[in-house]
């Protein structure tokens, strides 16, 4: 069995989740179900980023100490993963025990090799990115960028990474690793920012300006600068496991520059550690056209959708609306199409026309299916092209094109439905409208199995009701369930299930006075 070990970024706990953390553990989630599928030995890795000044502010501001806020605010981050179905194995918490061991481990590891030296800055910081600014950072008209927030002046004695001196060996590393930035665009980025020198980094903050972190393992007076800390999860989880390096990181575009196209690798580079060998970098989620910000009230909160819809329709429409590594727009009016057109006419309408027919025409049980006419043989040859295609399009997390392709054959199979048109097959008492009659109802009932098969990734829950229906558990091995055939052949369905109720329709508009 391969081992395959992918994670999320871990979320700041600063406020409360929203669609865009939502989106990433669903995206992490359908590629961790998929190498499940393919027969991985999966190990899936989220969890919270709970130091920083962030988290000290915030916390202040509440008026509580800072551990008991993360511990408020990160539990509303956990909830959020058995409401999306997400299926990971483990859950960090920067605060645990067994995170701060490590960072202090490979902390004083790089100080003893000399990589880590003292020297004084002066200059400009940010609180808001909790990062130092250079005067190359300002606008052409001297101003600092809106993303910094307030910029003061400081003077500070620091702790500083060598950085600057891994800068050829990363440009080599990337350029001769194609696949280490998915998409390939970002990859451009990062070696069109390196063309500018890097600095060293300054990975300690002074307990007194910032008390909540992890303190210098060789000198207790600082505490550990939060990218330092927060990147170290992704090993700190599984070190001594065996299953340290990661396959897939999975991060949204704001942090693959600095923090895990720049320093992850040549921190870990410096530490003689293998590098993960894939950041895959995904675009953002707007509201309406417009940045989501919490400051604005313009947020999608995950849990109005999934009470509404259902956790599957949430995970259908994030995974078919968004063209992985581009930006993508969230509305209700695009929900609803989707969810309409494609989950609740098309697939929805296929399951309740199997159950309904195979209930009236053929006592509930599912038949074995006759010699395969015309028809049948063109649905059977739309799947062979739909396996063959679906399988390589999510190997390349065109999880979009995957969802078109099998709604597509889902299409197909009730166009096929119509056109056998089986109510008016089951009027008839002629031998070879009942053969046909029964070789309809088989070709429907497989053709959903199939579809199913390719959905489970993406809509576990909705997977594992219809199969339920069909009175059908599916075998051990994944690709073997994709061979059409007769596995379903005798099984008892359910008269009926609701997979996707049409939601209430809108409130008529208020009568004219
Ligand atoms: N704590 C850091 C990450 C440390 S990883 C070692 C952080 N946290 S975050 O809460 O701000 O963001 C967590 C993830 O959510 C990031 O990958 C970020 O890109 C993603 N998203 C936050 N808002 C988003 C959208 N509106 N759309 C899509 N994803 C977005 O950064």
Same mark, same amino acid.
């Given at each position: 069995? #391969?081992?395959?070990?992918? @994670? @999320?970024?871990?979320?700041?706990?600063?406020?409360?989740? !929203?669609? +865009?953390?939502?989106?990433?553990?669903?995206?992490?989630?359908?590629?961790?179900?998929?190498?499940?599928?393919?027969?991985?030995?999966?190990?899936?890795? @989220?969890?919270?980023?709970?130091?920083? /000044?962030?988290?000290?502010? *915030?916390?202040?501001?509440?008026?509580?100490?800072? /551990?008991?806020?993360?511990?408020?605010?990160?539990?509303?981050?956990?909830?959020?993963?058995?409401?999306?179905?997400?299926?990971?194995?483990?859950?960090?918490?920067?605060?645990?025990?067994? &995170?701060?061991?490590?960072?202090?481990?490979?902390?004083?590891?790089?100080?003893? /090799?000399?990589?880590?030296?003292?020297?004084?800055?002066?200059?400009?910081?940010?609180?808001?990115?909790?990062?130092?600014?250079?005067?190359?950072?300002?606008?052409?008209?001297?101003?600092?960028?809106?993303?910094?927030?307030?910029?003061?002046?400081?003077?500070?004695?620091?702790?500083?990474?060598?950085?600057?001196?891994?800068?050829?060996?990363?440009?080599?590393?990337?350029?001769?690793?194609?696949?280490?930035?998915?998409?390939?665009?970002? /990859?451009?980025?990062?070696?069109?920012?390196?063309?500018?020198?890097?600095?060293?980094?300054?990975?300690?903050?002074?307990?007194?300006?910032?008390?909540?972190?992890?303190?210098?393992?060789?000198?207790?007076?600082?505490?550990?600068?939060?990218?330092?800390?927060?990147?170290?999860?992704?090993?700190?989880?599984?070190?001594?496991?065996?299953?340290?390096? *990661?396959?897939?990181?999975?991060?949204?575009?704001?942090?693959?520059?600095?923090?895990?196209?720049?320093?992850?690798?040549?921190?870990? !580079?410096?530490?003689?550690?293998?590098?993960?060998?894939?950041?895959?970098? &995904? +675009?953002?989620?707007?509201?309406?056209? *417009?940045?989501?910000?919490?400051?604005?009230?313009?947020?999608?909160?995950?849990?109005?959708?999934?009470?509404?819809? +259902?956790?599957?329709?949430?995970?259908?429409?994030?995974?078919?609306?968004?063209?992985?590594?581009?930006?993508?727009?969230?509305?209700?009016?695009?929900?609803?199409?989707?969810?309409?057109? %494609?989950?609740?006419?098309?697939?929805?309408?296929?399951?309740?026309?199997?159950?309904?027919?195979?209930?009236?025409?053929?006592?509930?049980?599912?038949?074995? $299916?006759?010699?395969?006419?015309?028809?049948?043989?063109?649905?059977?040859?739309?799947?062979?092209?739909?396996?063959?295609?679906?399988?390589?399009?999510?190997?390349?997390?065109?999880? &979009?094109?995957?969802? %078109?392709?099998?709604?597509?054959?889902?299409?197909?199979?009730?166009?096929?439905?119509? #056109?056998? $048109?089986?109510?008016?097959?089951?009027?008839?008492?002629?031998?070879?409208?009942?053969?046909?009659?029964?070789?309809?109802?088989?070709?429907? =009932?497989?053709?959903?199995?199939? $579809?199913?098969?390719?959905?489970?990734?993406?809509?576990?829950?909705? =997977?594992?009701?219809?199969?339920?229906?069909?009175?059908?558990?599916?075998?051990?091995?994944?690709?073997?369930?994709?061979?059409?055939?007769?596995?379903?052949?005798? $099984?008892?369905? =359910? %008269? =009926?299930?609701?997979?996707?109720?049409?939601?209430?329709?809108?409130?008529?508009?208020?009568?004219?006075?």
């Amino acid at each position: 069995m #391969k081992s395959f070990y992918l @994670t @999320t970024a871990i979320d700041y706990v600063n406020g409360l989740p !929203h669609l +865009g953390h939502a989106y990433e553990k669903v995206l992490t989630d359908v590629i961790a179900r998929f190498h499940r599928q393919l027969g991985d030995r999966v190990h899936f890795l @989220t969890g919270v980023d709970e130091h920083g /000044q962030k988290v000290q502010q *915030a916390a202040q501001a509440r008026g509580i100490p800072p /551990q008991q806020y993360v511990d408020e605010t990160g539990a509303e981050f956990r909830a959020l993963l058995p409401l999306l179905n997400i299926s990971n194995d483990d859950f960090i918490r920067t605060t645990e025990a067994r &995170h701060q061991q490590v960072v202090r481990r490979l902390l004083q590891q790089l100080f003893d /090799q000399g990589e880590i030296y003292q020297a004084e800055y002066k200059g400009f910081y940010s609180t808001l990115a909790e990062q130092f600014l250079q005067e190359k950072d300002r606008l052409p008209d001297g101003s600092w960028p809106e993303i910094f927030g307030e910029v003061t002046g400081i003077t500070e004695t620091n702790y500083f990474f060598k950085l600057r001196k891994y800068q050829d060996w990363l440009v080599d590393y990337i350029t001769q690793h194609g696949d280490f930035i998915f998409p390939r665009f970002r /990859q451009k980025q990062v070696l069109e920012f390196l063309k500018e020198p890097l600095n060293d980094l300054c990975i300690s903050r002074p307990r007194d300006r910032l008390a909540w972190g992890i303190p210098l393992p060789f000198d207790p007076n600082y505490v550990t600068y939060v990218w330092f800390d927060a990147l170290v999860n992704y090993y700190s989880a599984v070190a001594d496991t065996g299953q340290w390096p *990661a396959d897939i990181h999975v991060i949204g575009k704001d942090i693959l520059i600095p923090a895990h196209a720049i320093y992850w690798p040549v921190m870990l !580079h410096a530490l003689g550690l293998p590098l993960p060998k894939q950041l895959l970098v &995904h +675009g953002w989620w707007s509201l309406n056209d *417009a940045k989501m910000s919490k400051s604005k009230g313009n947020v999608v909160v995950p849990s109005d959708y999934t009470g509404e819809f +259902g956790v599957d329709a949430l995970r259908y429409f994030l995974i078919r609306e968004m063209n992985v590594g581009q930006d993508s727009d969230f509305s209700r009016a695009q929900f609803l199409v989707r969810y309409n057109s %494609e989950l609740a006419n098309n697939l929805g309408n296929l399951v309740n026309r199997t159950l309904n027919m195979t209930t009236r025409f053929g006592a509930g049980v599912i038949p074995a $299916a006759g010699p395969a006419a015309d028809a049948e043989q063109e649905l059977h040859a739309l799947w062979e092209k739909t396996r063959e295609e679906v399988i390589p399009l999510c190997e390349g997390f065109q999880f &979009h094109t995957a969802l %078109e392709r099998t709604m597509h054959f889902v299409t197909a199979t009730n166009a096929y439905i119509e #056109k056998r $048109a089986p109510w008016k097959l089951g009027k008839s008492a002629e031998a070879a409208d009942q053969a046909l009659l029964r070789t309809s109802l088989a070709t429907m =009932a497989e053709a959903l199995r199939l $579809a199913v098969a390719l959905l489970q990734a993406v809509m576990p829950a909705a =997977a594992a009701r219809i199969n339920g229906v069909l009175g059908y558990t599916p075998g051990p091995v994944w690709r073997d369930e994709l061979a059409w055939g007769t596995r379903l052949t005798g $099984a008892k369905v =359910a %008269e =009926a299930l609701v997979l996707f109720p049409r939601p209430a329709p809108a409130a008529p508009p208020a009568p004219k006075s």
